[in-house]
């Protein structure tokens, strides 16, 4: 079975641009979560969706948005890029969203804000 | 509270001997824990989980032990080899309900020599 895939690997924006990274979870797999990790913070929590609804945010400003579809895909979406922004960012996918299911994560995106 | 990686501490061992990673979580009232491996330019990687309602858990060369008295996860791999070499985090599940968000610590570099 196909693991969690997140397209692109690699991005390189400029300040104030905006970037759409995509994910795929794990076939059958309902349940989809956004981390961002940096050296300095570690993994944070951005948002997670189920069943196309977003049932859960993180503390991050309303620049970073997200959806999913409803064959369970998922973007994310981060307008006026800043700096800071640079990061890896990565996608997780559980069967049920429920207490004791485990995420399973993707290799990332790499965004490079420049 | 959140992740905070300012400091990534660092466990030396030698091929074929033992290691133990320690891990304090944060929120007592937290149901489920999970260990993860995440090797250079990858996502993290399931090791094992636990429910609150256990205290062990083994699976292949590894093993997990939570002690809710005092809020302390540790993972225990036997007869480390050089691919176990990475950063492990652990992570809990909020205790918020139906989500799947996680709580990751700060993380610990696995270094293994011959």
């Known amino acids: 079975k196909a693991g969690v895939t997140q397209t692109p690997r690699y991005l390189i924006k400029t300040r104030g641009q905006q970037v759409t990274l995509s994910c795929s979870p794990i076939?059958?797999?309902?349940?989809v979560s956004w981390y961002q990790q940096t050296p300095g913070q570690g993994l944070q929590f951005l948002f997670e969706?189920?069943?196309?609804?977003?049932?859960n945010k993180g503390n991050f400003p309303g620049r970073f948005s997200g959806r999913q579809f409803s064959n369970s895909r998922s973007e994310m979406n981060v307008s006026t890029l800043e700096l800071g922004d640079s990061a890896l960012y990565l996608c997780a996918s559980s069967l049920v969203g429920t207490v004791d299911s485990p995420l399973h994560f993707g290799n990332g995106t790499r965004l490079t804000v420049t | 509270g959140e992740s905070v990686g300012l400091h990534l501490p660092t466990l030396s061992v030698q091929e074929g001997d033992n290691s133990i990673i320690n891990c304090a979580y944060s929120n007592s009232a937290s149901d489920y824990f999970i260990w993860y491996k995440q090797e250079s330019g990858k996502g993290p990687q399931f090791i094992i989980d636990?429910?609150?309602?256990?205290d062990k858990r083994q699976g292949q060369r590894v093993t997990v032990l939570l002690n809710k008295t005092v809020k302390h996860l540790s993972l225990q791999i036997a007869a480390t080899q050089p691919g176990d070499s990475a950063v492990y985090f652990c992570?809990?599940?909020?205790?918020?309900?139906?989500?799947?968000?996680?709580?990751f610590g700060t993380g610990t570099r696995l270094q293994v020599f011959p």
């Open positions: 076939s059958g797999h309902r349940s």
């Open positions: 992570a809990e599940k909020s205790p918020l309900g139906n989500t799947d968000k996680l709580i």
């Open positions: 636990i429910r609150s309602n256990m």
């Open positions: 969706y189920f069943s196309e609804t977003q049932r």
